[in-house]
C-alpha cells in the first residue's frame, strides 16, 4: 500500500494507473498535475485524482510513489522539477515507450536521487488519448518492461515488479539498450510504416477514393496511425538510430518481394508469404495466442 501517488501527467496512461492503483487498493490518495487546468479539473470530475496539484513539485511533495507519464521529451524537465521532492525511500517511474535517452535524461536531472527512479515501460495503450479515455483496466495483463540503472536501489526495483505485478501486468527486466532495439523492431517500425502508408495513399490523386474501399485489413494494419503526432514524434526521434536500423531492414525485405514479383517468381514469392504466415502464425503476444 503507498500513501501517496504523485502523478505527473493526468492523461491516458497515467490516468489508467491511479485508476487501477485505486481498484486494487493499493493507493489512499492521488495528487494529480497536467499543465492544463481544465484537465486536471476533470481528472478530479472521474475521481482519477483526489487533488488538483499547480506543479509537478506539488504533486510529488509528500508522495511515496511518483509517476512521470509525460512525452519522453518532456521527463528530463520534470524529473529536475521534482528531484527535490524526491527521498531514499520514493519510488520513482516514467512509462515512456523509449529507455536509454529516458535514462540519460534522469542521469542529469535527479543526481543523488537516481537510485529511487526505475524506468519503466508498460507495454500497453490505445490509439485514443486524454484523460477521459483513461481505463483502470488498460495494464491488466499486459507486459511491463523495467530498465533499471546501474544504481538503482534493489529495493525500489523489488517494489516496482511487486506494483505491476500486483495490476496483473507481467514483468520482465532488461537493459534499456536491449529495451530500445527491441521495441524499435515491434513497436516503433509499425507505427512508422503506418504513418508511411495513411501519407502514401492520401498524397495520391484517387486516394480518398482508394480509402473509401478499403476493409477490415486495412482498418487494423494502419489502427495505430491514428495515434497522438506529438508522443510518436518524441519516440521516433528518441529512438532514431535504432528505428533507422529496422527501416533499412524492412526495406531490404521488401525490396526482395518487390524483385521476386517484378520477376513473376511465383514458386519463390509464395515461399516467402509462407514463411511470413508460419512465422505470424507461431508468434505469442506476451506470452498468449493473439
Not at 48 to 66: F, H, K, N, R, W
Amino acid at each position: 500500500m503507498f500513501e501517496r501517488l504523485g502523478l505527473i501527467g493526468c492523461g491516458l496512461m497515467g490516468g489508467s494507473f491511479a485508476l487501477a492503483l485505486k481498484r486494487a487498493g493499493l493507493v489512499r490518495s492521488v495528487a494529480g498535475f497536467s499543465p492544463s487546468a481544465s484537465t486536471r479539473q476533470r481528472a478530479l470530475q472521474l475521481g482519477v485524482i483526489d487533488e488538483a496539484a499547480a506543479s509537478p513539485a506539488v504533486a510529488a511533495t509528500g508522495a511515496d510513489l511518483v509517476l512521470v507519464a509525460v512525452p519522453v521529451g518532456a521527463i528530463e524537465s520534470t524529473l529536475a522539477a521534482i528531484a527535490e521532492q524526491v527521498t531514499a525511500s520514493t519510488l520513482v517511474m516514467d512509462v515512456g515507450s523509449t529507455k536509454s535517452d529516458v535514462v540519460a535524461a534522469a542521469r542529469r536531472a535527479m543526481l543523488a536521487q537516481l537510485s529511487s527512479f526505475v524506468p519503466a515501460h508498460p507495454v500497453a495503450g490505445k490509439e485514443l488519448s486524454g484523460i477521459d479515455h483513461a481505463d483502470a483496466g488498460l495494464y491488466a495483463g499486459r507486459q511491463v518492461v523495467l530498465t533499471p540503472t546501474e544504481v538503482t536501489g534493489d529495493a525500489q526495483l523489488v517494489r516496482a515488479r511487486a506494483l505491476w505485478a500486483a495490476l496483473g501486468c507481467k514483468v520482465v527486466t532488461m537493459t534499456p539498450q536491449a529495451h530500445d532495439a527491441a521495441f524499435a523492431a515491434v513497436s516503433h517500425l509499425p507505427h512508422l510504416v503506418a504513418f508511411a502508408l495513411m501519407n502514401a495513399i492520401g498524397a495520391q490523386a484517387r486516394g480518398d477514393e482508394f480509402l473509401a474501399l478499403a476493409g477490415p485489413g486495412f482498418r487494423d494494419f494502419t489502427r495505430i496511425a491514428a495515434s497522438e503526432p506529438g508522443m510518436w514524434c518524441d519516440i521516433l526521434l528518441g529512438n532514431r538510430e535504432q528505428v533507422l536500423l529496422q527501416s533499412q531492414q524492412l526495406q531490404r525485405a521488401l525490396q526482395e518481394l518487390e524483385q521476386l514479383i517484378a520477376h513473376a517468381d511465383a514458386e519463390a514469392l509464395r515461399a516467402q508469404i509462407a514463411n511470413a504466415s508460419a512465422a505470424r502464425a507461431q508468434w505469442r503476444m506476451g506470452g498468449q495466442q493473439d
